[in-house]
């Protein structure tokens, strides 16, 4: 099973900062959180992932807490192109053969013109 | 943003026949793996392959399943005798450093 926790679904008003929260409070000290999302049953996109220092990269912002229980994905003007499955999975990153994502059902963003 | 190009997009097969899914990865990546997402549920893992061997499997990649990489690029997951479960969008994906990235996904329809 996943070991994290999503809200099912959010909205967001285009051009306006999407945040969204993830759970991960059985996170081990040697896994990662990744970001993936999912358009319209496309494959998944990576976005973006990170130990325990905040991480920003040309898509977007991720914020991990000081006690790495949990976490929030940050799109900063989000657009109508936003419109998505964003999935938090937690992996250790150095898994050798044990390097699976494990999925849940992730936050179903919808961005609103 | 490596690319990774998934054959055929579309696959309508009768039950009991084995179909062929083929992805195209870039050759330097180690690790390679196959998904599958059943309409409306999650994706769920069913095999990574490292330096030409299987590395890890799920419970779903029984006997039926197989995978090979022939050819040094070509990727491919072979069902042998496919079921009406097996109908689902598969997903190949290949790992650089530590993130993976997909292909475009071939939807199985069987009949």
């Known amino acids: 099973d996943a070991k994290t926790t999503q809200p099912p679904s959010m909205d967001c008003a285009e051009g306006r900062a999407a945040n969204l929260p993830c759970n991960h409070s059985?996170?081990?000290?040697?896994?990662?959180v990744y970001w993936y999302r999912q358009i319209h049953s496309q494959g998944p996109q990576y976005i973006i992932h990170g130990l325990k220092n905040n991480e920003t990269n040309e898509m977007a912002s991720l914020i991990i807490t000081e006690d790495r229980k949990s976490s929030t994905l940050i799109l900063p003007h989000a657009t109508l192109r936003d419109t998505a499955v964003y999935y938090c999975?937690?992996?250790?990153?150095?898994?050798?053969?044990?390097?699976?994502?494990?999925w849940g059902l992730g936050t179903s963003l919808a961005v609103n013109p | 943003e490596p690319e990774v190009t998934q054959t055929p997009s579309h696959q309508v097969t009768q039950m009991g026949q084995e179909v062929i899914l083929r992805c195209v990865p870039i050759?330097?990546?180690?690790?390679f793996y196959w998904y599958r997402q059943i309409l409306g549920q999650k994706v769920e893992f069913l095999v990574s392959?490292?330096?030409?061997?299987?590395?890890?499997k799920s419970e779903i990649f029984d006997d039926q399943f197989s995978v090979e990489r022939p050819d040094g690029s070509n990727f491919t997951l072979k069902i042998r005798s496919t079921k009406l479960e097996d109908s689902a969008m598969y997903f190949c994906?290949?790992?650089?450093?530590?993130?993976?990235?997909f292909g475009q996904g071939t939807r199985l329809t069987v009949v």
């Open positions: 999975i937690v992996r250790d990153r150095n898994a050798g053969n044990n390097r699976k994502l494990i």
């Open positions: 050759s330097n990546h180690l690790y």
């Open positions: 059985t996170i081990s000290g040697n896994e990662y």
């Open positions: 994906a290949r790992e650089l450093n530590t993130e993976a990235f």
């Open positions: 392959f490292y330096n030409n061997e299987i590395s890890e």
